[in-house]
């Protein structure tokens, strides 16, 4: 009993008496502001060290979550792909179109998987077999990557361009409809 005439004897405003969903907006705001006024002299700055999980690409986090099968290998000049399956026992469907997303990408472990991987996929020996099929989910990644602003600059252009070349050269003429349909303005290498 004295346990229930405690309750009875507290604030009806008090924090510890009302559940959180009942709460007044006004009672909220006091608890936010700062206690000292020294806080106030204090603004939150930026934590350089904080990692930024939420504003990761669709590649960063496809390759963070182990959904492409490679690894980075640092070389004292050079760096190479390591693959953990044998290129050509990967399915081309997923894979091909998750690293021509990643050519939009600025940053380096990214950048350098996607372009890289992107090269060494198109050159297996039965590369053209497995593309066609995957040819209309993979040309809207390229042209997108075509037109982000990263793409102004020559060299990063001409990238892509090469990738387009390639994927005709290693396909043939049955391709060339496909990729011709979605970038209206490929010029064609094998004429």
């Given at each position: 009993?004295?346990?229930?005439?405690?309750?009875?004897?507290?604030?009806?405003?008090?924090?510890?008496?009302?559940?959180?969903?009942?709460?007044s907006p006004q009672l909220s705001l006091k608890e936010s502001s700062p206690?000292?006024?020294?806080?106030?002299?204090?603004?939150?700055?930026?934590?350089?060290?904080?990692?930024?999980?939420?504003?990761?690409?669709?590649?960063?986090?496809?390759?963070?979550?182990?959904?492409?099968?490679?690894?980075?290998?640092?070389?004292?000049?050079?760096?190479?792909?390591?693959?953990?399956?044998?290129?050509?026992?990967?399915?081309?469907?997923?894979?091909?179109?998750?690293?021509?997303?990643?050519?939009?990408?600025?940053?380096?472990?990214?950048?350098?998987?996607?372009?890289?991987?992107?090269?060494?996929?198109?050159?297996?020996?039965?590369?053209?077999?497995?593309?066609?099929?995957?040819l209309p989910k993979l040309v809207l990644p390229l042209r997108l990557a075509?037109?982000?602003?990263?793409?102004?600059?020559?060299?990063?252009?001409?990238?892509?361009?090469?990738?387009?070349?390639?994927?005709?050269?290693?396909?043939?003429?049955?391709?060339?409809?496909?990729?011709?349909?979605?970038?209206?303005?490929?010029?064609?290498?094998?004429?």
């Open positions: 009993m004295a346990t229930g005439g405690a309750n009875r004897t507290r604030n009806p405003g008090s924090p510890s008496s009302t559940p959180n969903s009942k709460r206690c000292r006024p020294s806080e106030r002299l204090n603004p939150k700055t930026i934590d350089p060290f904080k990692n930024n999980v939420g504003k990761q690409s669709t590649f960063a986090a496809v390759y963070s979550n182990g959904g492409v099968p490679c690894r980075l290998q640092h070389g004292s000049v050079k760096h190479k792909i390591q693959w953990d399956v044998p290129i050509e026992n990967l399915s081309f469907d997923p894979l091909l179109v998750t690293l021509a997303e990643g050519l939009r990408e600025t940053k380096h472990p990214y950048h350098f998987l996607a372009c890289q991987g992107f090269r060494e996929m198109l050159e297996v020996s039965d590369a053209a077999g497995k593309t066609i099929p995957v075509l037109i982000s602003r990263k793409m102004m600059e020559k060299n990063n252009k001409e990238k892509i361009t090469h990738a387009l070349q390639e994927i005709e050269s290693n396909c043939g003429q049955a391709c060339l409809a496909i990729i011709k349909s979605k970038v209206p303005t490929y010029q064609s290498v094998l004429k």
